[in-house]
């Protein structure tokens, strides 16, 4: 970051904290070029970083803004940007209607997910063609504090990854919760099937990490025995094209704006 001062508006809050901290930790930035602000004042950072209660003033000390406030706290956000290299992780704010309303050029949209907090994160981001390769490397390596990024061709690749990555745990909890549900409803005791299914998405994923998945199916299908029973069940039922269709109905939600 060499001297630039970075501001995060809203950096209190879950997603904002948790990359605010692993920017420190990581050494991205250096306490005294961090800045955060909110409305409620209350903080657990350290000084030389300084909180904010004034969102321009946080603005005109800052070369990189960082938009991490939830969609409709955007719309009572009143700050002048011009100059500044804004970044936004709101979900369904087009970068049009961000520049519009803070006069910022150079508007970069990122949707991270929660898996920020264990710096497990996917990021992808997008940025008109004006961003100098300078500032392009230095979006991605932000990301990088927190997990792994790519750069997308386009905001429609954001509104669809909306609902894809930046669900972050939800889709493995939903998993969880239909596994566990269902062995309940099968007689096994709770705290079994909540143990069992623990150990299906947080074992299972924790494998998929140094595996293939696909090749991890085709070797658990050539066994023909109860596992390519269920997975065979799953996939004549449909599984992959009703998966599609629910981040389609997700990231139409971001597509039509927030
Ligand atoms: N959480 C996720 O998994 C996730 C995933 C992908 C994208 N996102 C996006 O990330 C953004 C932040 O989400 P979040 O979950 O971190 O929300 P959050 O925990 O509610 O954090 C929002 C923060 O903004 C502050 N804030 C609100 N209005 C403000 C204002 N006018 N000026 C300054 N600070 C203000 C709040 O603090 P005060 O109340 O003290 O002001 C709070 O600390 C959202 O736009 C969301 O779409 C979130």
């Avoid at 946080?58 to 940007?81: G, K, M, T, Y």
């Avoid at 392009?136 to 429609?156: H, I, K, M, S």
Wanted: hydrophobic letters at 45%; charged letters at 15%; a neutral charge.
């Amino acid at each position: 970051m060499q001297n630039r001062t970075l501001g995060i508006i809203g950096g209190t809050g879950w997603l904002g904290r948790a990359i605010a901290q692993a920017l420190l930790d990581t050494g991205f930035i250096r306490p005294d070029r961090l800045l955060v602000s909110n409305r409620s004042g209350t903080h657990t950072f350290e000084p030389p970083v300084r909180l904010l209660a004034d969102n321009q003033q946080l603005v005109d000390l800052s070369d990189i803004v960082v938009l991490s406030i939830r969609p409709e706290q955007f719309r009572q956000l009143q700050i002048n940007a011009r100059g500044k290299l804004v970044i936004s992780l709101m979900a369904g704010v087009p970068a049009t209607a961000i520049r519009a309303a803070t006069g910022a050029e150079v508007v970069v949209r990122a949707m991270p997910n929660a898996a920020v907090e264990i710096r497990q994160s996917f990021t992808p981001w997008c940025c008109p063609a004006s961003l100098c390769e300078q500032d392009r490397a230095l979006v991605q390596r932000l990301f990088e504090c927190v997990g792994t990024a790519d750069e997308v061709p386009d905001e429609d690749c954001i509104d669809y990854l909306s609902a894809l990555s930046g669900t972050g745990p939800a889709l493995a909890a939903m998993l969880h919760q239909a596994l566990m549900n269902q062995a309940v409803a099968a007689g096994i005791p709770a705290a079994i099937a909540q143990r069992a299914a623990q150990g299906v998405v947080v074992g299972g994923g924790q494998l998929l990490a140094s595996h293939d998945p696909r090749q991890m199916i085709e070797n658990l299908m050539a066994y023909r025995g109860v596992t390519a029973a269920v997975l065979q069940s799953m996939a004549d039922q449909g599984i992959e094209a009703m998966v599609g269709r629910a981040v389609q109905e997700g990231a139409q939600v971001a597509r039509r704006g927030m």
